[in-house]
């Protein structure tokens, strides 16, 4: 008479359970590293296209021409805690009364351009 087996032995369940549930914590692993640094290149797009943002209202909006840090501290522009800051500083060429430099600095991010002021 032949005993056929039926199922599986109680090892052999362990075994696959266990490599299930270390593959599924890797997966996750994986996931959660994943969409950190997804949250991570977005916050540092919306501090690239603030800087961005600010050098282009500069060329559109003339600024005064000025070589102090006051016209960086007049244009500083943030209210709340969750924007990033965005500093601007002008100087001025020399030899030209409306050109400057304009450098916008926004939290590692660092746009330079000459801008045409009043």
């Known amino acids: 008479m032949m005993q056929t087996r039926h199922g599986f032995t ?27 640094e997804v949250a991570d290149e977005r916050m540092r797009l919306e501090r690239f296209e603030k800087a961005l ?5 500069l060329i559109a909006e003339r600024p005064n021409c000025m070589d102090s840090l006051i016209g960086a501290l007049s244009l500083n522009v943030s209210h709340s805690p969750k924007l990033p800051v965005v500093s601007v500083r002008l100087k ?27």
């Not at 075994?15 to 994986?30: H, N, P």
């Not at 943002?53 to 209202?57: A, Y």
């Not at 030209?96 to 009043?118: I, N, T, Y």
């Open 53 to 57: 943002l600010t050098m282009e209202s």
């Open 10 to 36: 109680l090892p052999e369940v362990c075994v696959a359970l266990a490599v299930f549930f270390i593959g599924t914590t890797a997966l996750l692993g994986a996931w959660n590293f994943f969409n950190r």
């Open 92 to 118: 001025r060429v020399p030899g030209s009364p409306h050109l400057a430099w304009a450098v916008v600095v926004c939290d590692g991010f660092s746009l330079k351009r000459l801008v045409r002021c009043r």
